[in-house]
């Protein structure tokens, strides 16, 4: 995705996230989740080159919650992501942000949907390197014709520590402080959910657990809901929640997790996906 396509998409109204509450008719239940996928499939391919990505996968987001997905390479993690967030469609299944299922809405609405209700933050962070860091946090805005609300701005400038950074280009910013700008884009506009593809994948060790840190401080303090794909059980380690994929399945799930418990379950997961490393 282009940044100019990311920053689009991490757009958002400034109205808090409490929004889109309203239960779907006989569906009370989804007042309390932020994101949910039901028997979602997504197959690439046809004939011989088919690849089941995901086989059924079901996963409700609860708001206000910090949520990892993990699985060995090729899982399907980032297929499930990408479905979710209405950046890929899906061979089959429903996805829900709030009371509102994705799979049915043309380009056009999916598009306004993306841009008002969901933020992003990428591996590869997707800033505009023309634009220094503030103009980059408030470009979804921009793009979307409206004004940040200055508290709610201060506010995440602070908690990311960037506001003596606010006129730098990202070229003249280290790759967590580019992060932190990322992720000051995609809270700016109080998005329901936040979607957040390896966010500390191109980070050192200390500048992840800035990054990390933050996330969690939005989800604790703001009670922002977040969904993070991750390879990393550190990383993972700061989420309430990791849910494991295999195969396009999802095996497993665990709550307070450790470091050390999602590295055991993963590593019962390699061995399950490559039974030839049982021994090693
Ligand atoms: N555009 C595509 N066309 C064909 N196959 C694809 C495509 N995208 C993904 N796949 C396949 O779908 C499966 C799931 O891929 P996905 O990228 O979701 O896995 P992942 O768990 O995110 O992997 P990784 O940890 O390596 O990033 C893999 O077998 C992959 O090769």
Not at 51 to 64: E, K, P, Q
Not at 150 to 171: E, K, M, N, Q
Not at 190 to 205: H, K, Q, Y
Request: proline fraction near 5%.
């Amino acid at each position: 995705m282009s940044a100019s396509a990311a920053a689009e998409t991490s757009a958002a109204t400034h109205e808090p996230s409490s929004a889109p509450t309203s239960p779907v008719k006989g569906r009370p239940d989804l007042v309390r989740v932020a994101a949910r996928v039901v028997d979602l499939h997504k197959v690439y391919g046809k004939g011989e080159a088919e690849v089941r990505a995901l086989d059924g996968v079901s996963i409700d987001i609860a708001r206000g919650e910090f949520t990892a997905i993990m699985g060995p390479s090729g899982s399907g993690k980032s297929t499930m992501m990408h479905c979710a967030a209405g950046l890929d469609g899906v061979t089959s299944g429903e996805v829900y942000i709030g009371d509102v299922d994705i799979t049915r809405l043309k380009d056009k609405a999916l598009t306004t949907l993306r841009r008002d209700r969901i933020g992003f933050v990428f591996q590869s962070f997707n800033l505009i390197p023309t634009l220094n860091a503030q103009e980059n946090i408030l470009l979804p805005l921009a793009i979307a014709g409206r004004k940040p609300d200055p508290a709610w701005f201060d506010t995440v400038i602070d908690t990311v520590g960037l506001r003596d950074r606010l006129s730098h280009r990202p070229s003249e910013l280290s790759g967590g402080q580019q992060q932190r700008v990322a992720c000051a884009r995609a809270l700016v506009s109080r998005p329901e959910i936040v979607f957040a593809d390896e966010p500390t994948g191109n980070l050192d060790s200390t500048s992840g657990a800035e990054v990390l840190g933050f996330l969690r401080r939005s989800v604790d303090e703001f009670d922002q809901t977040i969904v993070m794909v991750t390879h990393d059980p550190v990383a993972a380690a700061h989420t309430d929640r990791v849910v494991f994929l295999a195969d396009g399945h999802v095996v497993d799930e665990m709550r307070e997790p450790t470091a050390e418990k999602i590295l055991e379950r993963m590593k019962r997961l390699d061995v399950r996906v490559r039974p030839d490393s049982a021994g090693a």
